[in-house]
T-cell receptor, first 116, second 111 residues
């Protein structure tokens, strides 16, 4: 695709509900990232994939958060038993380069999750 | 202590003037520095990045690094109303893939 695509664009979940957020990176991009951005804050790192391998999940806030990228392309971020503090924009980014910190990366439009 | 800090603003600048945005970082080993622009309700978009070895100019934008004082600046010349946005600074710390982000500075260009 032309850019990083995320869906849904908006999600309202009742507290305790499970949600799944999808990211479709730019075709051929090796690296994929998930970030969480609270209102008025910068993005916070959640997890990093290189192809299908999840190389770093140190930023996932709790074991309710789970991410996968089984075929090295589309990724899903799953949040179980959502809590109000999970309300944020979830950003996905991808890059063609493994050493991406030297080049920056391209973000998708994000999914705004509101837990009520 | 937060690793990357920015003044939240808002910073108000008249149209046509130079806007100067700063970002301080705590890790002396940081090698790469990024400036992203984020319009309200949109995702961040990369404006430019620099390495620890030098400054960079790209059109109306200049990024400068002061390693001794551990801050990086973004200068926007001939500011336009369309430059009004939140500017996020990000720094590569440690790993070759992870960026640490500031909270952003809101810039308002007054016509």
């Amino acid at each position: 695709g032309a850019g990083v695509s995320q869906s849904p664009r908006y999600k309202v979940a009742k507290r305790g509900q499970d949600v799944a957020l999808r990211c479709d990176p730019i075709s051929g991009h090796v690296s994929l990232f998930w970030y969480q951005q609270a209102l008025g804050q910068g993005p916070e790192f959640l997890t990093y994939f290189q192809n299908e391998a999840q190389l770093d999940k140190s930023g996932l806030p709790s074991d309710r958060f789970f991410a996968e990228r089984p075929e090295g392309s589309v990724s899903t971020l799953k949040i179980q038993r959502t809590q109000q503090e999970d309300s944020a924009v979830y950003l996905c980014a991808s890059s063609t380069r493994g050493g991406v910190a030297n080049y920056g990366y391209t973000f998708g439009s994000g999914t705004r999750l509101t837990v009520v | 202590q937060k690793e990357v800090e920015q003044n939240s603003g808002p910073l108000s600048v008249p149209e046509g003037a130079i806007a100067s945005l700063n970002c301080t970082y705590s890790d002396r080993g940081s090698q790469s520095f990024f400036w992203y622009r984020q319009y309200s309700g949109k995702s961040p978009e990369l404006i430019m990045f620099i390495y620890s070895n030098g400054d960079k100019e790209d059109g109306r934008f200049t990024a400068q690094l002061n390693k001794a004082s551990q801050y990086v600046s973004l200068l926007i010349r001939d500011s336009q109303p369309s430059d009004s946005a939140t500017y996020l600074c990000a720094v590569n710390v440690g790993s070759n893939y992870q960026l640490i982000w500031g909270a952003g500075t809101k810039l308002i260009i007054k016509p």
